[in-house]
């Protein structure tokens, strides 16, 4: 069992940055493939990225390739967006997410969803 909470979310300007964080609980973190998404009001959940257990493979939607980066700790058992250059429509609710391999995150086939953080870009 995996669980799996986010943080950092917040509200900024157009061109400013956040990191959101998402801590895992359990022995097996380096195991799992890990993702981030995003959901904004009225819009289905969405795949932002991945990156696999040893954080060397990474996978980004086109939306925000060159501007966001994955990245994790397995000491710490935490994976983390850097969000650079954000746009109004990068608001969303972004959840963390735990899956066999970056394919299967893209694939929402995902094991283990965290509760969400809430982001939001003013122009």
């Known amino acids: 069992q995996v669980q799996l909470v986010e943080s950092g979310g917040g509200l900024v300007q157009a061109g400013g940055s956040l990191r959101l964080s998402c801590a895992a609980s359990?022995?097996?973190?380096?195991?799992?493939?890990m993702g981030w998404f995003r959901q904004a009001p009225g819009k289905e959940r969405e795949f932002v990225a991945a990156?696999?257990?040893?954080?060397?493979?990474?996978d980004y939607a086109d939306s925000v390739k060159g501007r966001f980066t994955i990245s994790r700790d397995n000491a710490k058992k935490t994976v983390f967006l850097q969000m650079n250059s954000l746009k109004p429509e990068d608001t969303a609710v972004y959840y963390c997410?735990?899956?066999?391999?970056?394919?299967?995150?893209?694939?929402?086939?995902?094991?283990?969803w965290g509760q969400g953080t809430q982001v939001t870009v003013s122009a």
């Open positions: 990156l696999t257990g040893s954080g060397i493979i990474t």
């Open positions: 997410a735990a899956a066999s391999t970056t394919g299967a995150v893209r694939r929402k086939d995902v094991d283990y």
């Open positions: 359990g022995r097996t973190f380096s195991n799992y493939a």
